[in-house]
């Protein structure tokens, strides 16, 4: 993946990418279906789902009965692809996704929109911060959360062929590139951003551009930070971590997400499973629920800036 | 319509399969009788008469497709299965042993001629349109049936995916409905009440129809001369008796799981094999 990171907005939707790679992977593989539960508006597969009725499926605002379906097709064949927004892809049917999919060995991939604070004006009913958690809990899933464009592209060419339950957390709207198109993201490598030998930042999807950005930050403060993107969740690169551990002593996980149950957990998990020795700070949402505003305000709100990682930053070094 | 000797059959391979239940549940004491041994009888009529599937192939894609929603009635699967050969009938001795290939809800995983892993109520009708859909897509000729229990109407997936497969105009599917009027905790009325629920699924736009659900006669003429032209999915009502087939098992006012003593399914099992013995001299 080349990286091209100015920190300037992208030009297209993450949506668009969504759909352009969704009609491309349909016209080359027959077993490609897709299906939502009546947001094919807010992706905007809409006008080419209904050209499409026998590969795109809108079952309407039923999320618990589209895994159920999804999970049916897989078993007759077909590589699902279903789409609603997080919590209703996670939270809402979470027992289907559980049993239908993951228990029956049905395959499915499931894409959950508009991850945490995303949700914006959509406010706390829609606003995922538990979903990598409870992917997390499924035997065998693989969860992936999208960084800019090129990652989407790249991790749904793959998802459909790999066995279990998939999850893509994405955003919709425009994003900050951070690679140039075109490139293979493996599942479960992560991708080092930048060196730096004092500490490091783990972070992923909306979080890694604040991490750049706090890199920076940390940079004319004197402090080489290594960036990674960890936009595989699980399975999580377990060499990498321990491998930055080492190299840096100090680390700061960040995501948008629960700080429990998610990336911030499967760092922890690694750490202390190997024994690895580092002083950690997480950048997470902790025991709250989340509430309706912008983006930026909610980033605020919810301590997930670049500001945020430069003081959890300090204060990993502090202890190192 | 079926010929004297075919029912007889029938009404034996029935009995049979209901011997079948009690001989897993013999061994291990204990299990879901009661909505196993209602549905007995339209499994002789699926495994015996109607539907399309080869033993030695269990996966063959163009098969008639069984989803026993009410996962719990594995018992009444397995015995139809391994009475027409799909695994050795000494399996069913091992009713959920450790290791055992016959888990007390239906897993596709584990047992040979099992379509979809079921348990989870509610879960597995979903699964079935899915099959459906994508046997209708693949233009394929094929019916899926699926079982669902009456009390498993509680479940708010049931009616997604009814209102999914009647929009779809899913009519290779026959969705089978235990109505047993028994689920755990009471009867279905004093539980929560589903009313008519033949007329439900009529409104929700099935073809529906409410039979005898022990009359296999009439199981068989709704289900073969079902006339898929009207474009809608089927419904058929089973009116049956929770534990049908032992006089003792159906006398019990809660017959959902029960200890099954030794000596009893014994006996059950000695006047359900003479019933076969007059069966099969009639047949």
């Not at chain 1, 459909?160 to 998939?166: F, H």
């Not at chain 1, 551009?209 to 969740?233: N, P, R, S």
Request: aromatic share 6%; hydrophobic share 40%; charged share 25%.
């Amino acid at each position: 993946m080349k990286i091209i990171y100015d920190g300037s907005m992208g030009e297209k939707e993450l949506r668009n990418i969504f759909r352009d790679t969704l009609i491309d992977l349909v016209e080359k593989d027959p077993t490609i279906v897709y299906l939502d539960a009546d947001l094919m508006g807010c992706m905007g597969t809409g006008p080419w789902a209904k050209q499409h009725p026998d590969r795109a499926i809108n079952c309407g605002i039923a999320e618990a009965d589209m895994v159920g379906i999804a999970c049916g097709m897989a078993a007759e064949g077909y590589r699902p692809i279903m789409h609603t927004f997080g919590p209703f892809a996670s939270r809402r049917c979470y027992d289907q996704l559980f049993l239908s999919a993951g228990y029956a060995g049905n395959d499915v991939t499931v894409v959950g929109g508009d991850p945490g604070v995303c949700a914006a004006l959509n406010g706390g009913t829609h606003m995922p911060f538990e979903d990598t958690a409870l992917f997390r809990l499924i035997p065998g899933s693989t969860i992936v959360e999208v960084t800019d464009y090129a990652i989407l592209e790249s991790v749904m060419r793959q998802l459909p062929y790999l066995p279990g339950v998939k999850y893509i957390r994405v955003d919709r709207k425009k994003a900050k590139p951070v690679y140039e198109m075109g490139g293979e993201a493996p599942i479960g490598k992560g991708i080092v951003l930048r060196e730096g030998a004092d500490i490091t930042i783990i972070a992923s999807g909306i979080m890694v551009q604040e991490a750049l950005e706090a890199a920076k930050v940390l940079e004319a403060e004197g402090i080489e930070a290594t960036v990674v993107d960890m936009f595989t969740v699980k399975p999580l690169d377990t060499e990498l971590v321990l491998q930055c551990a080492e190299k840096t002593g100090a680390m700061v996980v960040a995501e948008n997400h629960n700080r429990i149950g998610g990336l911030c957990s499967a760092v922890a998990d690694a750490l202390v499973e190997n024994g690895a020795k580092a002083a950690v700070e997480f950048v997470a949402v902790f025991e709250r629920y989340g509430e309706v505003g912008t983006r930026e305000y909610l980033q605020e709100a919810c301590g997930l800036t670049a500001g945020d990682i430069v003081a959890k930053a300090r204060k990993a070094l502090a202890r190192k | 319509m079926l010929e004297k000797k075919e029912i007889a059959q029938l009404k034996a391979f029935a009995a049979e399969i209901r011997m079948g239940i009690l001989e897993q549940l013999r061994a291990k004491g204990v299990g879901h009788a009661g909505g196993s041994m209602s549905i007995a009888d339209v499994l002789a009529v699926l495994y015996g008469k109607e539907m399309s599937y080869k033993v030695d192939d269990p996966n063959w894609a163009d098969r008639d497709r069984v989803v026993c929603s009410k996962g719990h009635a594995g018992p009444a699967l397995y015995a139809t299965l391994a009475l027409k050969g799909f695994f050795p009938y000494e399996q069913l001795l091992t009713l959920n042993q450790p290791k055992t290939m016959l888990p007390s809800h239906c897993d596709h995983s584990k047992t040979p001629g099992i379509d979809m892993t079921t348990g989870s109520l509610g879960q597995g009708v979903s699964l079935a349109v899915g099959s459906a859909l994508a046997c209708k897509l693949q233009g394929r000729s094929n019916r899926v049936f699926v079982f669902v229990g009456d009390g498993e109407c509680n479940e708010g997936q049931v009616w997604e995916a009814a209102m999914f497969a009647a929009a779809h105009g899913l009519d290779n599917m026959t969705w089978l409905l235990d109505n047993n009027k028994k689920q755990l905790d009471g009867t279905v009325e004093e539980i929560l009440d589903t009313g008519d629920l033949s007329e439900k699924f009529a409104a929700f736009g099935f073809n529906s129809v409410r039979i005898d659900g022990h009359d296999v006669e009439a199981i068989y003429d709704t289900i073969h001369d079902y006339d898929r032209a009207c474009g809608k999915p089927q419904m058929i009502v089973l009116d049956t008796v929770k534990g049908k087939g032992v006089a003792d098992i159906e006398a019990m006012p809660s017959n959902h799981s029960i200890t099954v003593p030794y000596d009893d399914a014994t006996r059950w099992m000695a006047e359900l094999a003479e019933e076969v013995k007059a069966l099969r001299e009639e047949a």
